[in-house]
């Protein structure tokens, strides 16, 4: 798998970039493409508009320096998107992972499988989990109580700022563990690939985790976060949803801004819209339907 090298410099001045408000002006900012970034936001905006519930995206263009923020602040139960950030945690202890370890990583992100989320998380503890935080500059987030992992509390702008340290060369993770994390989130079942890669372009390489969780108010959080890369491509995408009236009707919010930003960015290169995923209206099972 190729990943699109970015210079050192630019990823220093990109990981202090402030996420900007939404604002009248629009959700979008770029120093050098002030006129995409606008372009960018209208189609964002359009997305949402008229949609139930409520939603977040936060959007980060390398290659053009354009980064969008709507409600990006605001604090969401994470469900199963979560998984990243714990194996975050786990590989920022700098050490080589076991075979139990990896096995345990391998089924967490690409099945989403909650028992092994699970003994990771007990296995981590939240002190190790709060000291990756605070590393990686996720200062909004807040980890669920005691075992309840899916009710950890996340905002997109800090979901962004994962990804950067995901796919940028720093001192958070080494090379090898962000490639690591990459690798498992392009290895997603196909169930679950749905979200921010529909309407991505043809050849660019994505990397997802989704999360879906129906609570007691019987709405759904549906979330999605995901990064591009290649054929001269680098950008990251974070779309957040609450008190969504079923979970296909999230995954279709979701989808509405992923092909929004695809194709604002990309008009040249439009792929054909994929069919509708098979998505079942079943639980992640990251939070016990009693909790």
Same mark, same amino acid.
């Given at each position: 798998?190729?990943?699109?090298?970015?210079?050192?410099?630019?990823?220093?001045?990109?990981?202090?970039?402030?996420?900007?408000?939404?604002?009248?002006?629009?959700?979008?900012?770029?120093?050098?493409?002030?006129?995409?970034?606008?372009?960018?936001?209208?189609?964002?905006?359009?997305?949402?508009?008229?949609?139930?519930?409520?939603?977040?995206?936060?959007?980060? $263009?390398?290659?053009?320096?354009?980064?969008?923020?709507?409600?990006?602040?605001?604090?969401?139960?994470?469900?199963?998107?979560?998984?990243?950030?714990?194996?975050?945690?786990?590989?920022?202890?700098?050490?080589?992972?076991?075979?139990?370890?990896?096995?345990?990583?391998?089924?967490?992100?690409?099945?989403?499988?909650?028992?092994?989320?699970?003994?990771?998380?007990?296995?981590?503890?939240?002190?190790?989990?709060?000291?990756?935080?605070?590393?990686?500059?996720?200062?909004?987030?807040?980890?669920?109580?005691?075992?309840?992992?899916?009710?950890?509390?996340?905002?997109?702008?800090?979901?962004?700022?994962?990804?950067?340290?995901?796919?940028?060369?720093?001192?958070?993770?080494? $090379?090898?563990?962000?490639?690591?994390?990459?690798?498992?989130?392009?290895?997603?079942?196909?169930?679950?690939?749905?979200?921010?890669?529909?309407?991505?372009?043809?050849?660019?390489?994505?990397?997802?985790?989704?999360?879906?969780?129906?609570?007691?108010?019987?709405?759904?959080?549906?979330?999605?976060?995901?990064?591009?890369?290649?054929?001269?491509? $680098?950008?990251?995408?974070?779309?957040?949803?609450?008190?969504?009236?079923?979970?296909?009707?999230?995954?279709?919010?979701?989808?509405?801004?992923?092909?929004?930003?695809?194709?604002?960015?990309?008009?040249?290169?439009?792929?054909?819209?994929?069919?509708?995923?098979?998505?079942?209206?079943?639980?992640?099972?990251?939070?016990?339907?009693?909790?």
């Amino acid at each position: 798998m190729r990943f699109l090298r970015v210079p050192v410099a630019l990823c220093a001045v990109l990981a202090l970039l402030p996420v900007p408000a939404a604002r009248a002006g629009g959700p979008c900012a770029s120093a050098t493409r002030p006129r995409l970034a606008a372009s960018l936001g209208r189609q964002v905006a359009a997305a949402l508009r008229g949609r139930a519930g409520t939603e977040s995206v936060a959007v980060l $263009d390398r290659e053009h320096g354009i980064v969008c923020s709507v409600r990006g602040d605001r604090r969401y139960d994470s469900a199963s998107v979560v998984k990243v950030t714990i194996l975050g945690a786990l590989l920022y202890q700098r050490r080589g992972l076991t075979s139990r370890e990896k096995a345990l990583a391998r089924r967490m992100i690409t099945r989403s499988d909650n028992d092994a989320a699970s003994a990771l998380w007990r296995q981590i503890g939240r002190t190790r989990m709060n000291r990756f935080l605070v590393r990686a500059g996720m200062r909004h987030t807040r980890l669920g109580p005691t075992h309840f992992w899916g009710l950890t509390q996340i905002t997109a702008n800090d979901e962004l700022r994962l990804l950067r340290v995901l796919t940028s060369h720093g001192t958070v993770l080494s $090379d090898k563990a962000r490639r690591y994390i990459l690798d498992l989130m392009h290895q997603v079942i196909p169930q679950q690939r749905w979200g921010v890669p529909a309407g991505r372009p043809p050849g660019v390489v994505w990397h997802v985790k989704n999360g879906w969780l129906p609570r007691h108010d019987r709405y759904w959080r549906v979330h999605s976060i995901g990064s591009f890369s290649g054929r001269h491509r $680098d950008y990251l995408i974070v779309v957040l949803t609450q008190d969504t009236p079923s979970m296909r009707y999230g995954v279709a919010t979701i989808e509405r801004v992923a092909r929004a930003v695809h194709g604002t960015l990309n008009p040249a290169d439009r792929s054909a819209l994929p069919p509708e995923p098979q998505v079942r209206e079943e639980s992640d099972g990251s939070v016990p339907p009693w909790a």
